[in-house]
């Protein structure tokens, strides 16, 4: 059974910019939620989509937003790049959101790079 | 809001030893559940290890179990016999019970590392 796939694992962008990363969930996990890491502020939440929906936001501004799509893979798309954007991106993916039997399992991550 | 605190940045064990790694949260949820996630050089976080707040039976998973104090709302994991392949970063993360929602909070992670 394949995992979390991210892609790109890597990518470079110039500030002003916009990106788009892509992960797509394990087959059949409806709920795909968004992390930011960076070394100053570790690990922050970005937002969870479960069935096309956007059910939870983290504290980002609105320059980071995201979409799922009807087979559950998802996107998050950050506008006009800015040097504290450089950070690693995880996705995770789950079975139901919000169900508490359900583990989240992790994508390797999109490590993006704002010069 | 849920606050998680990993106060040691950096640990170091020797192989086949015991180490302890400490996490506390804060919270006003009776209900939650805990985690431990290992992050190796490869980037992927990898569960270790589950708590389920109402259980008061600390889980364990092999080598890894973990002390988890309700009142004093601490969560440390216990690593025995400790292996190479231990070393990596780990992250104590809390997600709440009720509702619909997936949302972890994280730690800042404490590095271990293994000395052969």
């Known amino acids: 059974k394949a995992g979390v796939t991210q892609t790109p694992r890597y990518l470079i962008k110039t500030r002003g910019q916009q990106v788009t990363l892509s992960c797509s969930p394990i087959s059949g996990h409806r709920s795909v939620s968004w992390y930011q890491q960076t070394p100053g502020q570790g690990l922050q939440f970005l937002f969870e989509y479960f069935s096309e929906t956007q059910r939870n936001k983290g504290n980002f501004p609105g320059r980071f937003s995201g979409r799922q799509f009807s087979n559950s893979r998802s996107e998050m798309n950050v506008s006009t790049l800015e040097l504290g954007d450089s950070a690693l991106y995880l996705c995770?993916?789950?079975?139901?959101?919000?169900?508490?039997?359900?583990?989240?399992?992790f994508g390797q991550g999109t490590r993006l790079t704002v010069v | 809001a849920q606050t998680v605190t990993q106060s040691q940045p950096e640990m170091s064990v020797q192989e086949a030893e015991t180490v302890t790694l400490s996490c506390t949260y804060d919270?006003?949820?009776?209900?939650?559940?805990l985690f431990w996630y290992k992050q190796p050089p490869s980037r992927q976080m990898i569960l270790v290890i589950r708590q389920e707040a109402y259980k008061q039976q600390n889980a364990t998973e092999n080598r890894f179990s973990v002390n988890f104090q309700k009142a004093a709302k601490s969560f440390s994991l216990k690593i025995s016999d400790s292996q190479l392949g231990d070393a990596a970063m780990y992250f104590c993360a809390y997600r709440s019970y009720t509702g619909a929602n997936s949302k972890l909070t994280f730690g800042k992670g404490i590095t271990l590392s293994v000395r052969p």
């Open positions: 995770a993916s789950s079975l139901e959101g919000g169900v508490w039997k359900t583990e989240a399992f």
């Open positions: 919270t006003s949820e009776s209900d939650y559940y």
